[in-house]
């Protein structure tokens, strides 16, 4: 682990003191630094890792960037891995605090994401949203994710409004995939969707909404696919 950070810590200053000579290298070193994230099992030295690519997205060409970005979400998708999951959140929330204009430029990309995975759910708060959205008034404890939709926007209702398109896909993504946790995760964030923007939805994503959430109940029965009853009738 020392070794490990030590050679993060060297990076990270040769970023900040010489950052045109590391431009040159930094898709390199960003690509070994995310393949290393993906096998390294110690949380502290992954989360040295995230912070590392932080600083490098500073000096790193859009390409980098964008490979970056769609590799953490293909992750985040294809991977039922919590660890990995953590690290994709402490990655973005350090290229968040370190590059605010990266975020910005690339909005449409993080914005939808960090939606999407901030209803990620475990066994705890899967139950308490759930809870939440038959009625009770019990809330999930803050995450990652929460912390990084702070980060990165300022104002939850308006990020949904102008992010609304790239969000439904992803949603759709989630409707539509093998795994029950995130179709029931898709399904939550529809419900955020309804709660925030309420009557002011369009009808143009009215009708994707409801068109999804069709597809999604003519599926065969499993968990959580009362929550998605229970979301049409909100959506009507």
Same mark, same amino acid.
């Given at each position: 682990?020392?070794?490990?950070?030590?050679?993060?810590?060297?990076?990270?200053?040769?970023?900040?003191?010489?950052?045109?000579?590391?431009?040159?290298?930094?898709?390199?070193?960003?690509?070994?630094?995310?393949?290393?994230?993906?096998?390294?099992?110690?949380?502290? *030295?992954?989360?040295?890792?995230?912070?590392?690519?932080?600083?490098?997205?500073?000096?790193?060409?859009?390409?980098?960037?964008? &490979?970056? +970005? @769609?590799?953490?979400?293909?992750?985040? +998708? $294809?991977?039922?891995?919590?660890?990995?999951? +953590? @690290?994709?959140?402490?990655?973005?929330?350090?290229?968040?605090?370190?590059?605010?204009?990266?975020?910005?430029?690339?909005?449409? *990309?993080?914005?939808?994401?960090?939606?999407?995975?901030?209803?990620?759910? &475990?066994?705890?708060?899967?139950?308490?949203?759930?809870? %939440?959205?038959?009625? !009770?008034?019990? @809330?999930?404890?803050?995450?990652?994710?929460?912390?990084?939709? $702070?980060?990165? *926007? !300022?104002?939850? $209702?308006?990020?949904?409004?102008?992010?609304?398109?790239?969000?439904?896909?992803?949603?759709? *993504?989630?409707?539509?995939? @093998? !795994?029950?946790?995130?179709?029931?995760?898709?399904?939550?964030?529809?419900?955020?969707?309804?709660?925030?923007?309420?009557?002011?939805?369009?009808? $143009?994503? +009215? &009708?994707?909404?409801?068109?999804?959430?069709?597809?999604?109940?003519?599926?065969?029965?499993?968990?959580? %696919?009362?929550?998605?009853?229970?979301? %049409?009738?909100?959506?009507?």
């Amino acid at each position: 682990m020392s070794t490990k950070a030590g050679v993060c810590h060297i990076i990270s200053s040769l970023v900040d003191q010489q950052p045109l000579i590391m431009a040159q290298f930094a898709g390199k070193i960003m690509g070994a630094l995310v393949n290393s994230m993906s096998s390294e099992h110690n949380k502290a *030295t992954n989360k040295v890792y995230c912070s590392t690519i932080g600083s490098i997205v500073k000096v790193a060409k859009e390409s980098s960037i964008e &490979n970056l +970005l @769609s590799k953490l979400q293909q992750w985040y +998708l $294809e991977k039922e891995d919590a660890g990995l999951r +953590l @690290s994709c959140g402490l990655t973005l929330m350090a290229v968040a605090q370190n590059n605010s204009d990266v975020i910005a430029k690339y909005s449409k *990309t993080c914005i939808p994401f960090v939606f999407f995975a901030m209803h990620q759910q &475990n066994e705890a708060t899967q139950q308490q949203k759930a809870a %939440k959205l038959a009625g !009770s008034q019990q @809330s999930a404890s803050q995450t990652i994710w929460d912390d990084v939709w $702070e980060e990165i *926007t !300022s104002g939850t $209702e308006y990020a949904i409004r102008a992010n609304l398109a790239e969000i439904l896909s992803l949603v759709k *993504t989630g409707l539509e995939h @093998s !795994s029950w946790n995130l179709r029931i995760q898709a399904a939550l964030a529809i419900s955020t969707i309804c709660t925030k923007l309420q009557s002011n939805i369009e009808v $143009e994503y +009215l &009708n994707a909404l409801i068109q999804m959430l069709n597809a999604a109940l003519n599926s065969r029965t499993w968990t959580g %696919k009362v929550i998605k009853l229970k979301l %049409k009738a909100q959506v009507y």
